[in-house]
């Protein structure tokens, strides 16, 4: 049973550019939620997708966005980067009804010049 | 605004002994209590929870302390083996919400 997958694993990105990051969760895990992770801190929650909708959001501006599909596999995307984007972001899914238990996926690489 | 801390950058330990990581939090509405371990270029792993209506709970060689009223709590490893060493997580849940909130982490190393 494959983990939680993200791709691509690394990337650099110019400054003002956007990107995509994708996410496919746990068999059977329905809720996925992003984190990012600037070097030398934990991880800060982004927001939660769940029934293809954005279900919690948190401290990030409107140039992070996202998407889940029918499948449950969800996209990150972030406008006009900043250098301040720079960071591992991190995926993790979870099973129907237990949001608190987290699988987290190896993380996207972003960096952005 | 800092909501979830862990004071220790780093905690060196011999193997075989006892290593104790420590967490702070300041919200008393927070429900559940996480503790993850990261390896390098790997995801956070789950490692071991608390509810808040309990003060401790075990698992094997890890156990987890919570004490409400200093708004703290600790994970203890015995005995400390050379593959624990990692970066430590402890995470704070606020209510019924799947948001995460996590400390900076603290860098174990297991020395043989």
Request: charged letters at 15%; one cysteine or more; hydrophobic letters at 30%.
């Amino acid at each position: 049973d494959a983990g939680v997958t993200q791709s691509p694993t690394h990337l650099i990105k110019t400054r003002g550019q956007q990107v995509t990051l994708r996410c496919s969760p746990k068999s059977g895990h329905d809720t996925v939620s992003w984190y990012q992770q600037a070097l030398g801190q934990g991880p800060q929650f982004i927001f939660q997708y769940y029934e293809e909708e954005e279900r919690q959001r948190g401290n990030f501006p409107d140039r992070f966005s996202g998407h889940q599909f029918p499948n449950y596999s969800s996209e990150l995307n972030v406008n006009a980067l900043l250098l301040g984007d720079s960071a591992l972001y991190l995926c993790a899914s979870s099973p129907p009804g237990l949001i608190y238990e987290q699988y987290f996926g190896p993380g996207t690489r972003l960096t952005v010049t | 605004d800092q909501q979830v801390k862990q004071n220790s950058p780093s905690l060196s330990v011999q193997e075989g002994r006892i290593s104790i990581l420590n967490c702070d939090y300041t919200n008393s509405m927070f429900d559940y209590f996480l503790w993850y371990k990261k390896y390098p270029a790997e995801g956070p792993t789950f490692l071991i929870s608390i509810s808040s209506i309990k003060d401790k709970n075990e698992d094997g060689r890890f156990t987890v302390f919570l004490n409400k009223s200093a708004k703290h709590l600790s994970l203890h490893i015995v005995p400390s083996q050379p593959g624990d060493s990692a970066v430590y997580f402890c995470a704070a849940l606020p209510g019924n919400t799947g948001k995460l909130i996590f400390g900076q982490g603290t860098t174990l190393q297991v020395k043989p």
